[in-house]
């Protein structure tokens, strides 16, 4: 969007916001948007774009650049009535708008129409969205598409010839599309799992309980985590959602067999999934009859907001000037000098890479540290809730191995076969997502790929899915630094001479960076984007503050991540 049309939308939406609406919309000239409040279908108030409707005697031209425009609104009921406006009565119930969304940058669109009543449209694809809302990025790859348009009896110009789906530019998307989360169990029932989809806002609650029960999880993601739903069991794609936050999600008859303990853990992924489209409790019924059930505990993924750190006065987390010891592990990491350090979630055991290179396991109960990975060249090894330690060297990717807590030595199969060389890696405080970022076709990347457990053990990496290309520093380089933030966003620290850069991605959504000095040498996440922070080879701690990144404390030796807190 121009800086004109952003400072148009503005003011229609503070209109919108101050009085029930603004009149006097544009009759003829290029296309301009308005905004409203909207309900999103769950109790919450959106703003939505009003686009314009087809002008008497706009030219071919002019009606595909209306319809494009007009994929930034769904309207009150998620049909996309304006564009439909654009097509000849005798396809526009067919057409299916959210078959496919593009998301495009709108200063490289152009139209051009190549013969009477057709339209050339070309325009650069950023990302895309398929019909079941998983987000992909793209290359900035260049795209067309033709268009074909036939006068109707009353003279004007329609589109007669369309695809499905619709096209937003990156500043709409987020806006007319909200990221949900789908919530599914990992294998071993304890963790809720997110599978981050994107869907139009005003009717979320639907859209969110469909794919959730409907539909399978991602493709990179299904063979890492359980659904308590059952095969043939479906659910109907409309969900009322009253004033206090009360969905009704109506299931049908096959969910009458399940036990109370899978019912129960239906409902857990229902509200846990629903929460953000503004659902406070989810009722489920069959046949308008209650089903009961009530959600299950799970464990919690949070880490406590005090940075964890070995400084010259010990181990563990620093709160103002003091360090907080943890008991028996704090000795074991002091006594070790580890370079790195990442601790378990019930900081019993600890993963540590050592100066010489070694990977070795730190055990609480004041054990020696247990060498367990001496090949050359390793990547800061990571460590899960069961003890089980991941180390791989930097010029073997494939040679991902995982080091039992019995001794045993696990060689984790189908580990960034396509890669030459990896820079660092994390796992998910659940247990089921790798990330690393890895070089690839002369390129570095950020992957993620489904981590597959057998009775607990990994034994393979799925199909990783590509997130983001990572500039700044060359895979190898010891300047780059992988952590996942949250459940479903992971930071990646790439150091350069000039400045180092934090690249923040949300797993199935898009990409954001910023800026900080150089100089930077480790980065470690916590449940938030402002629990985020960075250690510079000064031994300066660092946070995020808004956009920037401001110093906190000096003396760190080691930043540590965690997996989590005891429960």
Aim: charged share 20%.
């Amino acid at each position: 969007m121009t800086r004109a049309r952003r400072v148009v939308a503005l003011v229609l939406a503070l209109c919108a916001l101050v009085v029930t609406g603004c009149a006097g919309f544009p009759t003829d000239g290029p296309p301009e948007y308005g905004l409203e409040n909207g309900g999103a279908g769950n109790g919450s108030q959106n703003l939505v774009f009003i686009p314009n409707r087809p002008q008497p005697g706009a030219t071919p031209t002019q009606i595909v650049e209306g319809f494009i425009d007009a994929g930034s609104g769904p309207g009150v009921l998620g049909r996309w009535d304006v564009a439909r406006e654009f097509l000849a009565p005798s396809i526009a119930e067919d057409w299916v708008p959210e078959a496919r969304v593009i998301v495009d940058e709108r200063a490289e669109r152009d139209y051009v129409e190549t013969d009477e009543g057709v339209v050339e449209f070309a325009f650069d694809v950023a990302a895309t969205v398929d019909d079941k809302g998983a987000y992909q990025r793209a290359d900035l790859a260049a795209g067309s598409q033709q268009f074909r348009l036939e006068k109707q009896a009353d003279g004007e110009w329609r589109i007669t010839e369309v695809p499905d789906g619709i096209w937003l530019e990156d500043a709409q998307f987020p806006i007319v599309f909200h990221r949900y989360p789908l919530m599914y169990f990992d294998k071993s029932w304890r963790y809720l799992v997110p599978d981050v989809r994107w869907f139009p806002v005003t009717k979320a609650a639907g859209s969110i309980a469909a794919a959730l029960v409907n539909e399978l999880p991602s493709e990179w993601l299904a063979e890492s985590v359980a659904t308590a739903f059952p095969v043939g069991v479906t659910v109907v794609p409309s969900v009322p959602v009253d004033d206090d936050g009360v969905a009704e999600v109506a299931l049908s008859t096959g969910v009458l067999g399940a036990n109370r303990e899978a019912l129960d853990r239906m409902l857990t992924q229902l509200e846990e999934s629903l929460k953000t489209a503004g659902v406070t409790e989810v009722v489920m019924t069959v046949e308008s009859t209650p089903v009961d059930a009530d959600p299950v505990a799970v464990r919690s993924t949070r880490v406590p907001a005090a940075p964890l750190v070995l400084t010259e006065a010990g181990f563990g987390f620093l709160s103002g000037d003091e360090v907080d010891r943890i008991p028996g592990l704090s000795d074991a990491v002091e006594t070790a000098s580890p370079v790195s350090v990442q601790v378990g979630a019930e900081r019993d055991f600890a993963a540590a890479k050592l100066a010489s290179g070694q990977v070795v396991r730190l055990n609480a109960a004041g054990a020696d540290p247990e060498p367990l990975d001496t090949r050359p060249g390793l990547v800061d090894p990571v460590i899960d809730d069961a003890g089980i330690v991941w180390s791989v060297p930097q010029d073997q990717p494939a040679a991902l191995r995982a080091f039992l807590p019995n001794g045993d030595a696990v060689d984790v199969a189908d580990a960034w076969s396509d890669a030459t060389a990896i820079a660092g890696m994390a796992l998910s405080r659940d247990g089921t997502r790798m990330a690393a970022v890895v070089s690839s076709g002369g390129r570095s990347v950020l992957s993620v790929a489904g981590v597959v457990r057998e009775d607990g053990v990994p034994v393979r990496l799925g199909i990783p899915m590509e997130l983001a290309v990572i500039g700044g520093a060359a895979v190898g380089d010891a300047r780059i630094g992988v952590t996942w933030i949250d459940d479903v966003s992971i930071a990646v620290l790439a150091g350069a001479e000039s400045e180092s850069t934090v690249v923040e991605q949300v797993v199935g959504g898009p990409t954001s960076l910023s800026n900080t000095s150089s100089g930077m040498a480790s980065i470690a996440g916590g449940t938030g984007i402002s629990s985020l922070r960075l250690r510079a080879d000064d031994g300066t701690l660092y946070v995020r503050r808004g956009t920037a990144w401001q110093p906190t404390a000096t003396g760190i030796l080691v930043l540590a991540t965690q997996q989590g807190s005891p429960q």
